[in-house]
């Protein structure tokens, strides 16, 4: 008895537990006519606030779509409902591809959308392309990922702007716009070269905005001189090194490729233990309100390239669309979206979109949909106002803009405000006090 | 190249060997009684975070005061732990050592994310902006606090095993079992409370490692843990010397190799340093045959 005790007890513990972990990861019931649709998102793992992000605003969108009657699929002359399937890929390129893999041969999903990190799209991406699965990528922005040629990626659309996109948007920011603020507040010469460091992430979305950076100072001849250019592992939260070696080289600003949780500690290590005060310049991933909180006073007057905000609502056509979003994502899951959430709730309504068109759960009849799809843009701006898929890669141009975190004394953190371009800009770029040229 | 950027990045490696060492200590204090691998140590330096993060949020006192709350707490679960989920399978065979501590980390990493939500958390030092000039080197007081305080308590820990009665019955068990039992020690209670002070040292680690402007969330466990594995396989399974001489090595080679080869490097040095001195010394630095 006292030996099988602890065994018991252990066993229940253990139940018990599962039990719970399980209640959290509910989905929704299936019905006999439905369309199945696989949500890949990092629900665990370094990366799962943001795959909660993706699956909360997945289900938000499937919810509305289902309040309406469903999707009307013309081969069975009614509206049937989306059920949302989660494929929890850990954050790692081994879950992706169980997850993928179970979402496909043993859940059956007509569609996949979501996707995060560029080395895990790419680890599942031949599963998909076997099975010929229409899969709407909302993240991997690596031109790796929607650039390859050693598989059929035809069943898979990005509505996501590529590295690239997003690269060209920063660098001829910081070129252009910051480079000339410096020289003028510090009396520097007019043609004085930016000095910029580049931190990037070891992986596929890493260096394909390492390489676009330099792609882009060539070819618009921006007076940029890349001053150091450190790599570190994805994951990483220790920064202390890396930020010392850049520091000797004097930059003027900083470039960092980098996700959320890792863009915290750098920003935090770099301003508080290596007494690097520069600009830090960082892409869309970090517009997240996780990481204003997260970064505090340490991230002020950063500048973010992005595409959407719960802050930062740029004027136009999509501002009350963002608004309604994000109100209501707020009352259904009480937080506000990122910019990953904000993709994948569009994803799920092209995906219904291109099923209406299709008329049918054909894959192919679906992928041929998805190929020639035109809806009016949602709560991102896209170019030309309407989402469409290019005939090359299938991928989707987003209007992107440039904000700096400013604090916001009423909340007591920083909080994004556009800077550039002109015809969105809500204040001017500001270079703070404590901001510390290397050109000094 | 600059002397005083080497000394700062030296600095930045005795700081990660500081908690390197904490949490292998405990890891192989733990292997040495029991000799038990818990692949499951790291979460209970995440824990540690986050049990101290809930006392600064309650008290809004100093947290490297409250590590003294938090270590205390762990070491009751530790216990607790031991107890319910090791001491069953206690010599029944390594696989299910291992199946429990690998059935653990995903139980912890759960039950934590289902409790605190599995957002990004950091701990805000009230040192924030206190740095301390050395010459050349610039060094922020938490820094300075955290090798203090990791020396503090391995001096504590090395009191308690040298001078106390139940510290030598702790070393006695690790280094004989069987005849630590013929003697009349109660060998049992020597693995609880080992596997107590083992996690107690995890969560010291996990609390200075978070005071020290890091962000964490329930799945930062599983990476330190695998680096304590390598540092005491490094420094001798069983040794204590051993986590502490590995813990200080693993952190200086992996800022080096940041700041020579690169970030990318970082772990792949390291583990080329465990290989080349498993090639000379294959029980490790301070390891016995036998392990």
């Known amino acids: ?440 | 190249m600059d002397i005083g950027i080497l000394i700062q990045v030296v600095f930045w490696g005795l700081y990660a060997g500081c908690i390197y060492i904490l949490l292998a200590t405990g890891l192989n204090l733990i292997f040495g009684v029991m000799k038990i691998v818990n692949f499951a140590h790291g979460e209970f330096l995440m824990l540690g975070a986050y049990i101290t993060f809930i006392f600064v949020a309650l008290t809004g006192f100093n947290p490297y005061v409250l590590l003294f709350a938090t270590m205390p707490v762990l070491i009751v679960t530790g216990i607790i732990v031991e107890r319910l989920c090791f001491r069953p399978i206690l010599g029944t065979g390594k696989l299910n050592e291992i199946f429990v501590s690998l059935g653990l980390i995903y139980i912890f990493q759960n039950v934590v994310a289902l409790i605190w939500t599995d957002e990004w958390r950091i701990i805000p030092s009230p040192f924030v902006d206190v740095t301390v000039s050395l010459g050349s080197l610039e060094m922020p007081l938490d820094y300075l606090i955290i090798i203090f305080l990791t020396i503090a308590i391995l001096s504590g820990l090395y009191v308690f095993l040298r001078k106390t009665h139940l510290g030598k019955a702790i070393r006695a068990t690790s280094q004989n079992r069987k005849g630590a039992m013929l003697m009349g020690i109660n060998v049992e209670r020597m693995d609880m409370i080992s596997f107590g002070i083992g996690t107690g040292l995890a969560a010291g680690a996990g609390t200075l490692w978070a005071v020290s402007g890091q962000v964490f969330n329930p799945y930062i466990g599983s990476i330190p843990a695998i680096k304590a594995f390598a540092i005491v396989i490094l420094g001798g399974l069983g040794s204590i010397p051993g986590a502490i001489i590995g813990g200080l090595l693993y952190g200086i080679v992996e800022n080096m190799a940041t700041f020579t080869l690169g970030g990318a490097w970082k772990d792949a040095i390291s583990f080329v340093l465990l290989i080349i001195v498993l090639i000379f010394r294959p029980t490790g630095l301070f390891g016995e045959e036998g392990e």
């Not at chain 1, 598989?151 to 000339?180: C, E, K, Q, W």
């Not at chain 1, 909180?293 to 991230?299: D, H, L, N």
């Not at chain 1, 896209?382 to 005939?391: A, C, E, L, Y």
Request: with cysteine; charged share 20%; glycine share 6%.
């Open chain 1, 1 to 440: 008895m006292s030996r099988r005790f602890p065994i018991i007890i252990a066993i229940i513990a253990i139940v018990i537990a599962c039990a719970i972990a399980c209640a959290g990861c509910s989905e929704q019931q299936p019905t006999t006519e439905e369309i199945r649709v696989g949500v890949v998102a990092s629900m665990t793992g370094p990366a799962s606030s943001t795959g909660k992000d993706i699956w909360q605003s997945a289900v938000l969108a499937a919810e509305e779509i289902n309040a309406d009657g469903g999707v009307y699929i013309a081969d069975l002359d009614k509206k049937i409902p989306i059920r949302l399937i989660q494929g929890d890929d850990e954050s790692t390129r081994e879950g992706g591809q169980k997850a993928v893999s179970k979402l496909i041969t043993l859940d059956n999903v007509d569609m996949l959308v979501g996707g995060f990190s560029s080395a895990v799209v790419m680890a599942h991406q031949s599963i998909v392309a076997d099975y010929k699965v229409p899969y709407i990528i909302s993240g991997a922005s690596s031109t790796a990922v929607s650039h390859r040629d050693d598989i059929d990626t035809s069943y898979m659309f990005y509505l996501r702007p590529s590295a690239d996109d997003s690269s060209i948007v920063t660098t001829l920011f910081a070129g252009n716009v910051l480079r000339p603020a410096i020289n003028e507040k510090f009396g520097f010469p007019d043609d004085q070269p930016l000095r910029l460091a580049i931190i990037y992430q070891d992986s596929p979305y890493g260096k394909g905005h390492q390489s676009a950076i330099h792609a882009t100072i060539e070819e618009y001849a921006l007076k940029i001189t890349v001053v150091s250019e450190e790599s570190f592992k994805m994951g990483e939260s220790d920064f202390r090194t890396i930020l010392t070696a850049v520091k000797a080289t004097k930059p003027d600003a900083v470039y960092a490729v980098t996700f959320l949780n890792e863009q915290i500690p750098l920003v935090q290590q770099a301003r508080r233990d290596v007494g690097l005060d520069t600009i830090f310049l960082t892409i869309e991933p970090n517009d997240d309100p996780d990481y204003y909180s997260g970064v505090g006073t340490y991230g002020e007057f950063s500048m973010l390239e992005s595409r959407f905000s719960p802050y930062a609502v740029p004027n136009g056509p999509t501002a009350s669309a963002v608004t309604n979003f994000v109100t209501t994502f707020d009352t259904r899951w009480n937080g506000f979206p990122g910019m990953m959430g904000a993709a994948t709730y569009e994803a799920v309504y092209v995906g219904a979109q291109a099923f209406e068109n299709a008329g049918t759960l054909d894959k192919t009849a679906v992928r041929d949909a998805l190929d020639t799809i035109e809806l009016p843009q949602m709560i991102e701006a896209m170019k030309n106002g309407v989402i469409t898929f290019s005939d090359d890669y299938r991928e989707s141009t987003f209007e992107l803009y440039m904000s700096q975190l400013i604090r916001d004394e009423s909340v007591g953190e920083p909080r994004p405000v556009i800077i550039w371009p002109d015809s969105l800009k809500e204040t001017d770029l500001v270079l703070p006090d404590w901001y510390a040229p290397g050109s000094e």
